[in-house]
């Protein structure tokens, strides 16, 4: 996860830091606290306490390899505070997991929880392990082991993972099948963001960017920008990207640029996007349809950035509006499909141009928003149809997007202010009202 926006602290020291990047997920999440309570009236020992974990637990994981070997991996599930609801939050399987990131991450699940109004608090993990050195046989023994060390800190009342970087929906379904074993009753509750045929919710995979694309509607309705006549770069064509993509397509927007790691494509009067497969069904295709594609104008990554467009969604990695470039971007609203794209530094100076950025808590919280119904789904044992799942998630997103909106107007703040004050005045609240036990 990246950086965000300068800390309210202004003292020089503090200034220093902030243009400084890019930097840890948990200074970023400790920074964006910070600067969100600077808008808000909260009780010092509440404050100090969402700085810090409620819990980090720290496990190590034996594999026996193919050939017989057995190595041991270190997993983490960081908990970050659960005064709405029980914990909630991805599990990474990626060389560079650590326990500070996870920390980090789980903050930051817990105000994409809150800002959405769901009944859940924040929670991150994972094992440090590079997912393509495993075989599939290694990845599903290395899962179970994981959820066996970790069985008596989740389940569906109290912690829920959900996939990450490194994971997928069979990645659950282990998860959910050796917890249900040892418990000694299927409970599909215990995670999301499982294949639909094991308690799965319909439409999971393409919430977050159908969630990107509601909120580009509406924020491009609240500045007067009419779909028909709005201009859209969309950085990255995978899950997030592609789905956004598409969605805003079909309600009229013009997608003049799309990319993947390898470069973009470029046309004035739009991009079929349609025709394109997205990087789950087709990796890279974007720059093998510009290959099919001679008369199509090819661009690099930095220059979609820059492109002079209404609308600029990067949805492929974090850290790409930075200092060195957000001078540069020509667009006057900035979608972040992906998590963290905009840097500190970056954000400042984006605040100061006018341009409206509306932050990746709120762009992309479709996923959790499924995660939190497919949820609800197991507990009640009753599945919902994809056409229910469209319209609760559209409910939710201008429900989140209009409250974030009200606090823009009224604390005459950027989105991503608005929205981490929504997010922390619920948290807060919640803590005030329930007290301190014991
Ligand atoms: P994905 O793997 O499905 O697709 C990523 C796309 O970005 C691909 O087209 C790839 O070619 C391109 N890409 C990769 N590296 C790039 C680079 N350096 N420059 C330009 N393009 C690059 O990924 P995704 O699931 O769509 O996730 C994209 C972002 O959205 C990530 O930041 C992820 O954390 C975030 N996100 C994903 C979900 C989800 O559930 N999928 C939910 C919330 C946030």
């Known amino acids: 996860m990246a950086s965000h926006q300068q800390s309210a602290v202004s003292t020089e020291e503090q200034q220093a830091t902030d243009t400084a990047e890019p930097e840890t997920a948990l200074e970023t999440a400790r920074r964006q ?3 969100a309570a600077a808008h808000l009236e909260i009780d010092d020992s509440v404050l100090e306490r969402l700085e810090h974990p409620a819990k980090v637990h720290e496990v190590t994981v ?4 193919d050939d017989g070997s057995v190595e041991v991996f270190t997993g983490y599930r960081a908990q970050h505070d659960s005064v709405r609801g029980p914990y909630k939050g991805g599990l990474r399987y990626h060389p560079e997991v650590t326990r500070d990131e996870c920390v980090g991450l789980s903050m930051w699940m817990t105000w994409k929880c809150a800002v959405m109004d769901l009944p859940f608090g924040g929670a991150k993990g994972g094992v440090v392990v590079n997912p393509k050195s495993l075989s599939d046989g290694e990845k599903e023994r290395l899962t179970r082991r994981f959820t066996q060390e970790i069985r008596s ?10 996939p990450d970087m490194g994971t997928d929906p069979e990645t659950m379904a282990w998860i959910m099948d050796a917890y249900s074993m040892q418990e000694g009753e299927t409970i599909p509750g215990v995670v999301t963001g499982k294949p639909p045929v094991v308690g799965g919710s319909y439409g999971r995979e ?3 960017g159908r969630s990107v694309a509601i909120v580009t509607r509406e924020t491009c309705d609240y500045y007067d920008y009419p779909l028909s006549d709005t201009t859209v770069a969309v950085q990255g064509f995978g899950s997030v990207g592609a ?9 009229g927007a013009t997608i003049v640029a ?11 009067d739009g991009i079929e996007v349609g025709a394109i497969p997205s990087h789950d069904e087709e990796p890279e295709a974007v720059t093998a349809y510009a290959t099919e594609t001679p008369d199509i104008t090819r661009i690099s990554n930095e220059a979609l950035l820059e492109l002079d467009v209404d609308v600029l969604v990067p949805a492929a990695v974090g850290n790409v ?8 971007i020509a667009a006057d609203i900035v979608v972040e499909g992906a998590n963290g794209p905009t840097t500190f530094a970056a954000a400042a100076i984006l605040e100061e141009r006018g341009v409206h950025v509306i932050p990746d808590i709120l762009a992309n919280a479709g996923g959790v928003t499924v995660s939190y119904f497919e949820w609800l789904q197991d507990i009640n044992r009753r599945k919902w149809s994809l056409e229910r799942v469209h319209e609760e998630l ?3 997103m201008v429900g989140a997007w209009s409250a974030v909106r009200d606090e823009v107007e009224s604390k005459n703040v950027t989105w991503r202010d608005a929205a981490y004050v929504v997010a922390l005045s619920r948290v807060a609240e919640a803590h005030e009202m329930r007290g301190l036990w014991p």
Do not use: K
């Not at 800190?153 to 109290?158: A, D, E, L, Y």
């Not at 789905?243 to 309600?251: F, G, M, P, Q, S």
């Open 33 to 35: 606290l910070e600067r």
């Open 62 to 65: 034996p594999l026996e390899r």
């Open 153 to 162: 800190v989740i389940g569906p009342t109290t912690d829920i993972p959900a």
């Open 206 to 208: 393409e919430a977050p």
């Open 243 to 251: 789905n956004a993509a598409r969605l805003l397509e079909e309600w």
């Open 258 to 268: 799309v990319s993947d790691v390898n470069g973009a494509i470029y046309d004035a």
């Open 321 to 328: 509006l930075t200092a060195d470039n957000a001078a540069d």
């Open 394 to 396: 559209e409910s939710e």
